[in-house]
T-cell receptor, first 118, second 112 residues
Framework: SAVISQKPSRDICQRGTSLTIQCQVDSQVTMMFWYRQQPGQSLTLIATANQGSEATYESGFVIDKFPISRPNLTFSTLTVSNMSPEDSSIYLC???????????????FGDGTRLSIL | DQQVKQNSPSLSVQEGRISILNCDYTNSMFDYFLWYKKYPAEGPTFLISISSIKDKNEDGRFTVFLNKSAKHLSLHIVPSQPGDSAVYFCAASGTGGFKTIFGAGTRLFVKA
């Protein structure tokens, strides 16, 4: 199966700054997703990263706060902008191969980025 | 509104015994269910899935049972091994364009 590399693995950031998380897949994939896992909570979908067009955001998430890029079928970035302590979470990218936006196939996840905001 | 619930945040089991992890869902439109396993500092990895047309799916030591009328599924691990100690996420999705919804996870401890 495809290998997903996500970096950084962790970071500690100052309030008000922004951080960009990178996700690289070793083969072309149709679907890439970004999730957030807040402490003690489930994985929550932030957005679907669309190649060559604007990402599709879920309710409660906006582009100004979480801008996403996907310049090709193997790479995507998520930026967490103007960070506050409430943004302290694990951020994960994942991939799926189905054309259906959510499909009936398992996803493959990166190892996540543990972000702490001071 | 939590559409997928894992009511037990943790579970402790003796090595060699059966581990049973439970999951409840509320949306009757879900028709595909998955279990993921997550070790510390790693991303979730797919473990086993089941379609709503089945009530059981087995893969080695892992079996998932689905009770559609009760909107309940469970993961059985037999026999449990110390390497099974991890967080297990239940997830549900649907072909009708429903996104995958994850539960909050259950942390399994298998004691040697």
């Amino acid at each position: 199966s495809a290998v997903i590399s996500q970096k950084p693995s962790r970071d500690i950031c100052q309030r008000g700054t922004s951080l960009t998380i990178q996700c690289q897949v070793d083969s072309q994939v149709t679907m890439m997703f970004w999730y957030r896992q807040q402490p003690g909570q489930s994985l929550t979908l932030i957005a679907t990263a669309n190649q060559g067009s604007e990402a599709t955001y879920e309710s409660g998430f906006v582009i100004d706060k979480f801008p996403i890029s996907r310049p090709n079928l193997t790479f995507s970035t998520l930026t967490v902008s103007n960070m506050s302590p409430e943004d302290s979470s694990i951020y994960l990218c994942s991939m799926g191969q189905q054309g259906n936006r959510f499909g009936n196939q398992p996803q493959h996840f990166g190892d996540g980025t543990r972000l702490s905001i001071l | 509104d939590q559409q997928v619930k894992q009511n037990s945040p943790s579970l402790s089991v003796q090595e060699g015994r059966i581990s049973i992890l439970n999951c409840d869902y509320t949306n009757s439109m879900f028709d595909y269910f998955l279990w993921y396993k997550k070790y510390p500092a790693e991303g979730p990895t797919f473990l086993i899935s089941i379609s709503s047309i089945k009530d059981k799916n087995e893969d080695g030591r892992f079996t998932v049972f689905l009770n559609k009328s009760a909107k309940h599924l469970s993961l059985h691990i037999v026999p449990s091994q110390p390497g099974d100690s991890a967080v297990y996420f239940c997830a549900a999705s649907g072909t009708g364009g429903f996104k995958t919804i994850f539960g909050a996870g259950t942390r399994l401890f298998v004691k040697a």
